[in-house]
């Protein structure tokens, strides 16, 4: 699970981070003084990375920092954090959701109604309806997802899951026993 919650965290990054090395400057190719005679260190350009406004050595430049994890691997992680978020009483599931107007007051509603408020949670449907999606967008610590798009570092990074009874079926279905086995008792 860590491994894919580093992958997922690694392919977020932007990596649009740069520093100017030597060759990148606007400074003049003169010689600030004369290479002997004066007493002071010699010098061959304000470009020098010793100096104040000089080059960086070696500073970061941009860069992609995607990688890619075996898919089996991913599917076992996914299948790991679901099953410890049944296992340890994290998951609340209900019949269904839907917010018919796309209010987001229904759905702070329904939370409050189930206790889940001052807490992350992921929402976890079978597919996800665009009023809900509106409904759920501006609250902040909530994730809406269908089951499909559920992934190990969602599932580790919001305290609660708040799955749909379709969803479930929908879970069961893809991440197969190991999960059903753990609903059951739950």
């Known amino acids: 699970m860590h491994a894919a919650?580093?992958?997922?965290?690694?392919?977020?990054?932007?990596?649009?981070?740069?520093t100017r090395g030597r060759s990148e400057l606007?400074?003049?190719?003169?010689?600030?003084?004369?290479?002997?005679?004066?007493?002071?260190?010699r010098a061959g350009t304000?470009?020098?990375?010793?100096?104040?406004?000089?080059?960086?050595?070696f500073g970061p430049k941009p860069r992609d920092y995607r990688y890619a994890m075996p898919k089996k691997a991913r599917r076992r992680a996914?299948?790991?954090?679901?099953?410890?978020?049944?296992?340890?009483?994290?998951?609340?599931?209900?019949?269904?959701?839907?917010?018919?107007?796309?209010?987001?007051?229904?759905?702070?509603?329904?939370?409050?109604?189930?206790?889940?408020?001052?807490?992350?949670v992921l929402i976890a449907v079978r597919e996800a309806d665009p009023m809900l999606v509106r409904a759920c967008r501006n609250l902040p610590n909530v994730t809406l997802l269908?089951?499909?798009?559920?992934?190990?570092?969602?599932?580790?990074?919001?305290r609660r899951l708040l799955i749909t009874r379709d969803g479930l079926d929908a879970a069961l279905e893809l991440w197969g026993d190991r999960v059903g086995v753990a609903a059951k008792e739950s």
């Open 46 to 57: 304000r470009r020098s990375p010793l100096w104040r406004g000089g080059g960086t050595i």
């Open 26 to 41: 606007k400074y003049s190719n003169r010689k600030p003084w004369r290479q002997k005679g004066t007493g002071r260190a």
């Open 146 to 158: 269908p089951v499909s798009d559920l992934n190990a570092y969602e599932l580790i990074r919001n």
């Open 78 to 120: 996914t299948q790991s954090a679901l099953l410890s978020k049944l296992r340890d009483g994290e998951t609340v599931v209900v019949d269904g959701l839907a917010a018919p107007s796309g209010k987001t007051r229904e759905v702070a509603a329904v939370l409050r109604a189930l206790g889940l408020t001052g807490q992350t």
């Open 5 to 18: 919650c580093v992958m997922y965290q690694a392919n977020k990054r932007r990596g649009t981070h740069s």
